[in-house]
């Protein structure tokens, strides 16, 4: 309503501005030459008022529907209306850069290809098209077993063996679901990738599939591994994702009780979609665990936060400021950490932090034993574990606890 309102009066000043040219040009060839430029047009007014009356009438009757429209716009959308006073309509749009530089060139299912969105989380790359819930075209490729560390794969069409699942998927014109076709074997694929601060990774992908599949990608691409933004060197909250509402829950908790070994042992599913929610929380301290109640907002300025947080940051730990007899304290808390033998479920999951970087050895109930080194627990609290193969890269263990039947701790 405020728009057609501020547009109505705008053209009836208009309307009036021509009247008043049309009746200067009745008056004479120089008044309506003169009449073009507005202070000279002023002065046609001020000094054949009879002439112009008119025309004047009419552009005082624009000034009411323009009024009125600002004042509403002024109410409803202030940051809109200083934006029109400044005439930022004027100016051109910045250029916006995209987040990942991504240089593919190609085509996927005989169209071309040009993803705008990558991930490799989980041992997932997605390579995505489009906006949309379904992507208008994707590639995924699915690794054998998650991996840390750079990545590098060479695959062949003869090759045998566990090799990545590659997966493309396009939607149609005038349908709702996506078509996929998935493929184990007889595909040429060359991934090779570096990890670069603060979740990237970077490097050179090239993929073609059979010739009837009309799929063929060669470039270099620059993927997320994990669902948090950065800004100014600084994890971006205003990002909807489970990480950042992760993030934020984490940071909120170790700036509330002052120490940076706080752990989450439980936490609900969190909607993006809801700018406010309550949140239950396990928290474990020293072994033992306490039940929080904390409210998620969403500020359109500062991006999500936890309700009430006013509590300081964090200093930085300072390794000049440590004391001479250092080693000494780290050797009294090292039996805290070097336990060995059974490690019951329940405890690992209360404590994940506790164990980080530690041999473990988990037994599932197929009978199936996975040895490594534990990560800690991922997005959706499955356990991870490492383990150093032969060759560049690593492999990891991604467990759900509830296929979990033994945990055993080596001797260190």
């Not at 077993?145 to 045998?160: I, K, T, Y």
């Not at 909607?271 to 969403?298: A, C, I, M, N, Y």
Request: charged share 25%.
């Amino acid at each position: 309503m405020d728009t057609l309102l501020i547009l109505l009066g705008l053209l009836l000043i208009l309307a009036a501005y021509v009247w008043l040219i049309a009746r200067a040009f009745e008056r004479s060839l120089f008044w309506g030459l003169a009449s073009l430029l507005p202070p000279l047009a002023l002065l046609f007014v001020l000094i054949h008022w009879r002439h112009a009356r008119n025309a004047v009438a009419l552009g005082g009757l624009g000034c009411i529907p323009l009024v009125v429209g600002l004042t509403l716009l002024a109410s409803q959308d202030s940051a809109r209306l200083e934006a029109i006073l400044r005439f930022e309509w004027l100016r051109p749009e910045p250029v916006v850069q995209p987040e990942l530089a991504i240089d593919l060139r190609g085509e996927l299912n005989g169209k071309p290809f040009v993803p705008e969105q990558a991930e490799f989380i989980d041992g997932v790359l997605s390579l995505r098209e489009g906006q949309d819930f379904y992507a208008h075209r994707e590639v995924q490729v699915r690794l054998a077993a998650p991996v840390s560390g750079p990545v590098r794969l060479d695959v062949l069409p003869d090759d045998n063996g566990r090799l990545p699942e590659i997966e493309v998927s396009w939607l149609a014109p005038g349908q709702d679901l996506p078509e996929a076709v998935r493929l184990q074997r007889g595909y040429s694929l060359h991934l090779d990738l570096r990890p670069k601060a603060p979740n990237r990774m970077e490097g050179v992908f090239h993929l073609v599939l059979p010739a009837q599949m009309q799929t063929t990608l060669s470039g270099s691409i620059e993927v997320f591994t994990d669902r948090l933004r950065y800004r100014d060197g600084e994890v971006d909250t205003r990002f909807d994702s489970s990480d950042t509402l992760r993030y934020v829950l984490q940071d909120y908790l170790e700036r509330r009780f002052a120490r940076r070994d706080v752990a989450i042992g439980r936490l609900p599913v969190l909607d993006t979609q809801r700018s406010f929610q309550e949140v239950p929380l396990t928290v474990e301290l020293d072994g033992e665990t306490q039940d929080l109640q904390v409210q998620l907002e969403k500020n359109p300025m500062r991006g999500w936060g936890v309700r009430g947080d006013h509590y300081p940051r964090l200093k930085a730990a300072s390794v000049s400021a440590a004391p001479a007899p250092a080693p000494a304290a780290a050797r009294t808390s090292a039996p805290a950490t070097a336990e060995s033998g059974r490690l019951s479920l329940e405890r690992l999951l209360a404590a994940p932090q506790r164990y980080a970087n530690r041999s473990m050895r988990v037994t599932t109930e197929r009978g199936r034993t996975a040895e490594g080194v534990f990560v800690g627990l991922n997005a959706d609290g499955r356990v991870v574990i490492r383990r150093v193969i032969e060759g560049p890269g690593e492999a990891s263990y991604t467990l759900r606890p509830s296929e979990i039947t033994d945990i055993e701790l080596p001797a260190q």
